[in-house]
């Protein structure tokens, strides 16, 4: 997939809106969030898109079941993506008290290395579905949205 002038723009969009949150949840406390992951925020069928964009775009690095560690060129490394990291800690301790709007807009402007931001709003969205599913939270009826504010409204937090 190419980058679109739309898929440049909504990536702009989502990292100067992730920033924002940034300053404005660390001056107000932290994130005021309607919803958590463990709220069915995603589908089983949108999970099942965002492994196929995964399996295409993701696992040079990340390793087909998601647990990263170094490149083939022994220097490189990649975090896994679900469970314990390879560089020892968990989804939940990079996560934890994030929104799913900064989930993505990390993903979508760091990855793939090669060409960030080159996947389409809807691929990236579709890989933070399969993210959640591979780190056990349930599949609801909605599909997780691509609007900035609704994934800003999700919070990522372990399951109590």
């Known amino acids: 997939m190419t980058l679109t002038g739309r898929s440049l723009l909504w990536v ?3 990292a100067v809106a992730w920033a924002w949150t940034g300053l ?4 107000a406390g932290g994130h005021q969030a309607d919803k958590t992951v463990w709220s069915g925020v995603y589908t089983a069928a949108q999970a099942r898109r965002g492994e196929q964009v ?15 560690g170094f490149l083939d060129d022994g220097v490189g490394r990649a975090p896994a993506l679900a469970g314990r990291r390879a560089f020892d800690s968990s989804f ?5 008290d994030a929104t799913v709007r900064d989930l993505a807009a990390a993903i979508a402007a760091t990855m793939p290395q090669q060409k960030p931001a080159s996947l389409s709003v809807q691929a990236y969205i579709d890989v ?3 993210l959640l599913q591979k780190n056990g939270m349930p599949a609801g009826n909605t599909e997780l949205p691509t609007d900035v504010e609704a994934l800003g409204q999700i919070l990522i937090v ?3």
């Not at 404005?24 to 001056?27: D, E, R």
């Not at 295409?56 to 990263?68: A, F, K, V």
């Open 128 to 130: 933070v579905s399969f």
């Open 54 to 68: 995964y399996k295409e775009s993701c696992t040079y690095c990340h390793r087909d079941d998601l647990t990263g």
């Open 92 to 96: 939940f301790e990079r996560w934890e």
């Open 24 to 27: 404005v949840s660390s001056s």
């Open 158 to 160: 372990p399951q109590k």
């Open 12 to 14: 702009v969009l989502f």
